[in-house]
């Protein structure tokens, strides 16, 4: 009788990361006012701009996209896999992965989506590398090799329990 009340209750708590999952909707929202905010910023000196200054610009807003798309896998799967399913109605537009999306799948997922996302902020810094001390840029290039690793690293762990 404790133990089932227990479990039960246990079971139940898993509607606390509920709004988690929410709140990580709200983190969207801000980060599109800001992507709007960097593009509305740029729009009146784009004539004067250089070709580097417009490609880190849009290095930024695929930065904050890939951000974005992340949140929402996360959102989404953590939501499906930790709470209850999403129910999407007959004749509405269901994404293609969702529902297909493990614990461990989504793990990855994220692994990469940080590696991408350390990739492009390593570019900007590149492209301005004239501009940052020597000893800084190997410490960029240290923390995203860091990254590299740990993911490759999370990927050959979940592949190696997925054998046994």
Request: negative net charge; proline residues 1%.
């Amino acid at each position: 009788m404790i133990e089932r009340n227990i479990e039960k209750a246990l079971y139940a708590s898993r509607w606390l990361l509920a709004p988690l999952y929410l709140g990580l909707s709200l983190g969207l929202l801000l980060l599109g006012i800001k992507f709007f905010q960097e593009v509305l910023h740029a729009m009146p000196g784009i004539f004067q701009a250089t070709e580097t200054d417009l490609v880190l610009l849009i290095l930024s807003l695929v930065d904050m996209s890939l951000v974005g798309g992340l949140l929402v896998m996360v959102m989404l799967s953590g939501y499906e896999n930790f709470v209850s399913a999403i129910d999407i109605d007959d004749g509405q537009e269901k994404l293609s992965w969702l529902g297909k999306l493990d614990s461990g799948s989504l793990k990855q997922k994220v692994a990469a989506s940080i590696v991408a996302i350390s990739s492009i902020h390593l570019l900007k810094i590149f492209m301005d590398a004239h501009n940052i001390d020597n000893e800084k840029l190997k410490w960029y290039v240290i923390i995203h090799m860091t990254f590299v690793i740990s993911a490759l690293g999370m990927t050959l762990a979940d592949r190696m329990n997925q054998r046994h």
